[in-house]
C-alpha cells in the first residue's frame, strides 16, 4: 500500500480564495482524521470520520472550514474564504478499526495564505 | 489542564546519552497509548506503542502507569538520528487520538 496520500504537498493562495486539501487514506482503514499543526498549537484534531461519517467536528474552528467524505478512499477539507492565520501543515490520518492501532499519517500539506 | 501534556523541552544531550521524556494525560478512559516521533518538516510516525508491562524496542523503552496517569519514554546510547521531536499520544478506542505538544530532542556530536 502507498500509505496516506495528501494532495497538494504546497500550497500558495492569496486571502479570501478558496482552498481544497485532499487525502487518500490507507485501503481498508476505517477511520480517518484531519490535524493542523502550527508551532503555536501543535496539533490539534480538526474533523475525523468513521466509515465515511463525520463524528466529531468539534476542532473545525470555525464555519470557514468544511470537510467531507463521500467514499472510503476520499476525503477533503475545504477553507472558504481562506485567511493568513489559516497558514499551517493540514495532516490527513488513518487507522483500522481495530482497538489499539496506531494511525498513519500522510505527509501533509503545507499552506501559506498571503 | 491539557489533555496531554509533556516536558517542555528542548532537551540537548551529547551523543551516547540517556534521556528520559515524561508524559502525563487526564483522561483515566484512555486505553491506547503511543509514542510517535516528527522530524522536521514530515509527517509524524509512530515509535512505538505502549503497554501496560512496559516494553522494549531496541535502545527505546516506554513505561505506562495507569493509576498516576503517567507515560515515559526513556532512549538510551543517544544517536545524531535520535534528534527529533517525541510526541506522546492516547487514544480511546473508537475515538479521537489526542497529541501532546512534543518534546524537542537534539543530540549533539
Known amino acids: 500500500d502507498a500509505g496516506v496520500i495528501q494532495s497538494p504537498r504546497h500550497e500558495v493562495t492569496e486571502m479570501g480564495q478558496e482552498v481544497t486539501l485532499r487525502c487518500k487514506p490507507i485501503s481498508g482503514h476505517d477511520y480517518l482524521f484531519w490535524y493542523r499543526q502550527t508551532m503555536m498549537r501543535g496539533l490539534e484534531l480538526l474533523i475525523y470520520f468513521n466509515n465515511n461519517v463525520p463524528i466529531d467536528d468539534s476542532g473545525m474552528p470555525e464555519d470557514r472550514f468544511s470537510a467531507k467524505m463521500p467514499n472510503a478512499s476520499f476525503s477533503t477539507l475545504k477553507i472558504q474564504p481562506s485567511e493568513p492565520r489559516d497558514s499551517a501543515v493540514y495532516f490527513c490520518?488513518?487507522?483500522?478499526?481495530?482497538?489499539?492501532?496506531?494511525?498513519?499519517f500522510g505527509q501533509g500539506t503545507r499552506l501559506t495564505v498571503v | 489542564r491539557k489533555e496531554v501534556e509533556q516536558d517542555p523541552g528542548p532537551f540537548n544531550v551529547p551523543e551516547g546519552a540517556t534521556v528520559a521524556f515524561n508524559c502525563t494525560y487526564s483522561n483515566s478512559a484512555s486505553q491506547s497509548f503511543f509514542w510517535y516521533r516528527q522530524d522536521c518538516r514530515k509527517e509524524p510516525k509512530l515509535l512505538m506503542s505502549?503497554?501496560?508491562s512496559g516494553n522494549e524496542d531496541g535502545r527505546f523503552t516506554a513505561q505506562l502507569n495507569r493509576a498516576s496517569q503517567y507515560i515515559s519514554l526513556l532512549i538510551r546510547d543517544s544517536k545524531l538520528s535520535d534528534s527529533a521531536t517525541y510526541l506522546c499520544?492516547?487514544?480511546?478506542?473508537?475515538?479521537?487520538?489526542?497529541f501532546g505538544p512534543g518534546t524537542r530532542l537534539s543530540v549533539l556530536p
Open positions: 505502549v503497554y501496560s
Open positions: 490520518a488513518s487507522r483500522t478499526d481495530r482497538g489499539g492501532t496506531e494511525a498513519f
Open positions: 499520544v492516547v487514544n480511546i478506542w473508537g475515538q479521537n487520538f489526542v
